[in-house]
């Protein structure tokens, strides 16, 4: 996996804005994202063409993210190519991921921190990255209760 540095992740700033306006193509602001909107980008599906802005913003491997959205790749490919949209499970996991991903920001201070740290394994997650953990709901609590450990002096 490539770490990500201080040049890449300022660079993968405009990869998120693309995430967003495909998620939100009505031209919400990303700001206001809650429960509710989410469901609402759920219920309209969200595009396979989030793929590559979401590769690239984390710096990672389009086989990694179709791995962490438990997708078959020749399928995924076939879909990006026909704009198809993704299946449910996958398309809340990528809303929980950035969802993570924000927390993560409030809590490190640092949007470099946040994806460096979203991206290493860690002991508490049997070695797995908060990325992957987020792959299901239980996984994601987990991560999230680290976050807030780590924010407010609790146990890890």
Same mark, same amino acid.
């Given at each position: 996996?490539q770490?990500p540095?201080?040049?890449?992740?300022?660079?993968?700033?405009?990869?998120l804005?693309?995430?967003?306006?495909?998620?939100?193509p009505?031209g919400?602001?990303?700001?206001s994202f809650?429960?509710?909107?989410a469901?609402q980008?759920?219920?309209r599906?969200?595009?396979s063409r989030?793929?590559?802005?979401l590769?690239?913003?984390?710096?990672m491997?389009k086989g990694e993210?179709i791995?962490i959205?438990?997708?078959?790749?020749t +399928?995924v490919?076939?879909?990006?190519?026909?704009?198809?949209p993704?299946p449910?499970?996958?398309?809340? +996991?990528?809303?929980r991921?950035?969802?993570?991903?924000?927390?993560?920001?409030?809590?490190?201070?640092?949007?470099?921190?946040?994806l460096?740290?979203?991206?290493?394994a860690?002991p508490l997650l049997?070695?797995?990255?908060?990325?992957e953990?987020?792959?299901?709901?239980?996984?994601s609590?987990v991560?999230?209760?680290?976050?807030l450990?780590?924010?407010?002096?609790g146990?890890?």
């Amino acid at each position: 996996m490539q770490k990500p540095t201080a040049a890449n992740v300022h660079s993968a700033k405009p990869f998120l804005s693309e995430v967003w306006s495909i998620l939100c193509p009505d031209g919400k602001d990303r700001r206001s994202f809650s429960t509710a909107q989410a469901l609402q980008i759920l219920k309209r599906g969200v595009s396979s063409r989030v793929i590559n802005p979401l590769v690239a913003y984390f710096s990672m491997a389009k086989g990694e993210l179709i791995d962490i959205l438990e997708l078959d790749r020749t +399928t995924v490919l076939r879909w990006a190519s026909k704009d198809q949209p993704l299946p449910r499970h996958s398309a809340e +996991t990528i809303l929980r991921v950035l969802e993570l991903k924000d927390v993560a920001v409030d809590v490190l201070e640092s949007e470099e921190e946040s994806l460096a740290w979203m991206r290493k394994a860690h002991p508490l997650l049997d070695g797995q990255s908060p990325l992957e953990a987020a792959s299901t709901s239980y996984g994601s609590r987990v991560v999230k209760e680290i976050l807030l450990a780590i924010k407010y002096g609790g146990v890890v």
